[in-house]
């Protein structure tokens, strides 16, 4: 059973937005209006369009929040994201599916061996959003538990 815990850390730069453009392959880091932080992603192999089941691979699209960090991981650092929300368990309940659930960012894979921008080099994922280690550490200094991710084509 993976381990999860709390992850509580003081916001720096007072980041209280986590925007993600699956078209541009971009997340921002906002306070306010202002980007404090951009980072090139990686997404699921199959990025455009919302979610709807597990296996699709991909990303999915609306609001969201970071809930917990994944002490036990298979890739180096990972927060979770709150999918699926209830509109998603309701579609799909509606259409007799099984909606995934286990998206995150994170870094690479444990034990890969790769250069830094490896990770963004092309979409890989099977529905998360992929950063590099060392963006990954920056990342987790950088926001709180319950920060909202707007995630948009």
Known sequence: MTLLTLFSAVSIAGV???KVDKSKRRMYLMEGKEV???YRVALGR???GHKRQEGDQK???????????IEDSQYYKSIH????NLRDRAYARVHN????GD?????????ERRPANYVQSFDWTDGCIAITNQEMDELLSLVTI????????
């Open 16 to 18: 209280d937005l986590v």
């Open 36 to 38: 404090v932080r951009e």
């Open 46 to 48: 199959s990025p455009k």
């Open 59 to 69: 990303t999915p699209e609306g609001r969201y929040y970071l809930d917990f960090v």
């Open 81 to 84: 994201i709150s999918y699926p």
């Open 97 to 100: 599916l099984d909606p995934g």
């Open 103 to 111: 998206i995150k960012i994170h870094g690479l894979k444990n034990g």
């Open 146 to 153: 319950g920060t909202p991710i707007e995630i948009v084509w």
